[in-house]
């Protein structure tokens, strides 16, 4: 039988912190080392020209750095996959399915997707890019057939989205491919 899978991963937008390893980092090597799951650690590269497209230098040049500090912690890529999110077109290539299944009006409801428009003051130079990376966050995750997506509970409603395209897809090409998955949260907001 085999393990449930857990995808997660980092947008490379700078150096990561203390508040990433006690937020995130620290967690993921416990997961990896129970050896109860599947791990895949991404560095979201594509994600992160949403809304630093004009900056990619700063990508460019933290993916290695981010690359180590998985390392650093303890990522062990004999137990853990360890990719970069553009180094796999195919995700690219479901999303565009994907946007297929998902109508405008849905993204901006998107809870998340609205707080993050207001927090980053786009105000109608709203990047479409950024628009609709709930639809490519959905293929990363649905790619890899994850059950497990640990995330902040803001993040709450982008699972919720992924949930609704995977049933979207399931039922308009009348298949059972697609894994609906569930939220790893934190048990306190401090966390």
Same mark, same amino acid.
């Given at each position: 039988?085999?393990?449930?899978?857990?995808?997660? +991963?980092? %947008?490379?937008?700078?150096?990561?912190?203390?508040?990433?390893?006690? +937020? %995130?980092?620290?967690?993921?090597?416990?997961?990896?080392?129970?050896?109860?799951?599947?791990? /895949? *650690?991404?560095?979201?590269?594509?994600?992160?020209?949403?809304?630093?497209?004009?900056?990619?230098?700063?990508?460019?040049? !933290?993916?290695?750095?981010?690359?180590?500090?998985?390392?650093?912690? +303890?990522?062990?890529?004999?137990?853990?996959?360890?990719?970069?999110? !553009?180094?796999?077109?195919?995700?690219?290539? $479901?999303?565009?399915?994907?946007?297929?299944? *998902?109508?405008?009006?849905? $993204?901006?409801?998107?809870?998340?997707?609205? !707080?993050?428009?207001?927090?980053?003051? /786009?105000?109608?130079?709203?990047?479409?890019?950024? $628009?609709?990376?709930?639809?490519?966050?959905?293929?990363?995750?649905?790619? /890899?057939?994850?059950?497990?997506?640990?995330?902040?509970?803001?993040?709450?409603?982008?699972?919720?989205?992924?949930?609704?395209? *995977?049933?979207?897809?399931?039922?308009?090409?009348?298949?059972?491919?697609?894994?609906?998955?569930?939220?790893?949260?934190?048990?306190?907001?401090?966390?």
């Amino acid at each position: 039988m085999s393990k449930p899978i857990i995808l997660t +991963g980092d %947008r490379p937008t700078g150096k990561l912190h203390i508040g990433h390893y006690v +937020g %995130r980092l620290r967690n993921r090597v416990l997961l990896q080392d129970k050896g109860e799951y599947e791990l /895949f *650690v991404f560095l979201a590269d594509q994600q992160a020209l949403t809304d630093h497209a004009k900056d990619p230098k700063t990508i460019v040049e !933290s993916i290695g750095n981010v690359a180590l500090d998985y390392l650093a912690v +303890g990522l062990d890529p004999e137990k853990t996959t360890i990719f970069i999110q !553009s180094q796999i077109p195919e995700l690219s290539e $479901l999303s565009m399915y994907y946007m297929n299944l *998902v109508s405008l009006a849905r $993204l901006e409801r998107n809870p998340t997707v609205k !707080s993050e428009i207001a927090q980053k003051a /786009f105000g109608e130079s709203i990047p479409t890019g950024f $628009l609709v990376y709930p639809i490519a966050q959905a293929a990363d995750i649905t790619a /890899f057939k994850a059950n497990y997506v640990p995330v902040g509970n803001d993040q709450k409603p982008m699972i919720e989205q992924t949930r609704e395209i *995977v049933r979207s897809f399931n039922h308009t090409y009348d298949c059972d491919v697609l894994v609906e998955p569930q939220g790893l949260y934190p048990q306190n907001e401090a966390a």
